[in-house]
């Protein structure tokens, strides 16, 4: 892992001087602020479309705030980290920089676990922003605020939200194209998407961190089921960036 710390304080030094991270950290903050009072409006809003159809629905509650965070965190800013994600490494094998870096005691395995882990903590932190501004909004919108059982779908989408930075780092090893590496880390997603299908194991996958959020939030799933999924999900993680090191070994960059 020669070279690890300094490649990393460069990563993390480009992410700050760029759009990069700010992009991400605005971006969770606006999902923050917009899903309480998202879940808030939605029972106004569908009356007022109703017209002179009489519809039953139920006041909105701190739970429906905390879904709808989450549900724009999995449709929004899991396709936008894997999208900004994906050029991590195929942009700097296009433009040859990857091949002056490598030449100066930087092992790839420790290029690959900087690029990695400069995304991770950018993902990290924008997440908890985004987290907390959906937690103050919620107290202030909501008198039912407290949901501690939210706390295990907040751990799972983050350890997802790992897992899809690994699948665009695999990806960006692979193609030297921005949209193939684009295409690639959306192409694992969905094979994730899909696993949640298969009655075999889809309770076993990471998809379920994110599939069973209604079983979360309502308490019916806890800690017991979170566990495996997590730790298959952790267990992907590593393997994608073994997988993402091994290609690059094998390549002439």
């Known amino acids: 892992m020669s070279g690890y710390g300094v490649f990393l304080r460069k ?9 990069k991270f700010y992009g991400v950290v605005l971006m969770a903050a606006v999902l923050g602020l917009m899903s309480p009072l998202l879940a808030k409006l939605t029972p106004q809003l569908l009356g007022s479309m109703s017209g002179e159809l009489t519809i039953e629905i139920p006041d909105p509650t701190a739970i429906d705030a905390y879904g709808q965070f989450f549900s724009n965190v999995g449709q929004i800013a899991f396709l936008a980290i894997l999208l900004i994600a994906a050029g991590v490494i195929a942009s700097e094998m296009r433009k040859g920089t990857a091949s002056l870096v490598l030449t100066k005691r930087l092992g790839r395995p420790a290029f690959v676990l900087a690029k990695y ?3 991770a903590g950018t993902w990290t932190v924008s997440y908890a922003l985004g987290a907390v501004l959906c937690l103050v909004y919620t107290m202030i919108l909501f008198p039912d605020w407290a949901v501690p059982q939210a706390f295990v779908p907040l ?12 699948g665009a780092v695999f990806s960006s090893a692979l193609f030297k194209n921005f949209s193939l590496s684009a295409l690639g880390g959306v192409g694992i ?4 998407g899909i696993s949640s299908l298969l009655k075999f194991v889809k309770n076993a ?5 994110v599939s069973r959020l209604g079983e979360f939030l309502a308490g019916a799933a806890g800690w017991k089921a979170f566990l495996l ?4 999900c952790l267990v992907f993680i590593v393997a994608l960036l ?6 690059l070994k ?3 960059i």
Do not use: D, S
Not at 189 to 192: E, Q
Not at 205 to 209: D, R
Not at 242 to 247: P, R
């Open 229 to 232: 999924p997590a730790c298959v």
């Open 11 to 19: 990563e993390l030094q480009e992410h700050i001087r760029t759009f």
């Open 155 to 166: 751990v799972g989408y983050w350890l997802y939200g790992l897992l899809l930075l690994a």
């Open 117 to 119: 882990t400069a995304w």
């Open 189 to 192: 997603w969905g094979i994730l």
């Open 205 to 209: 996958t990471p998809q379920a961190l």
């Open 250 to 252: 094998k390549k002439e």
């Open 242 to 247: 073994w997988g993402a090191a091994f290609v």
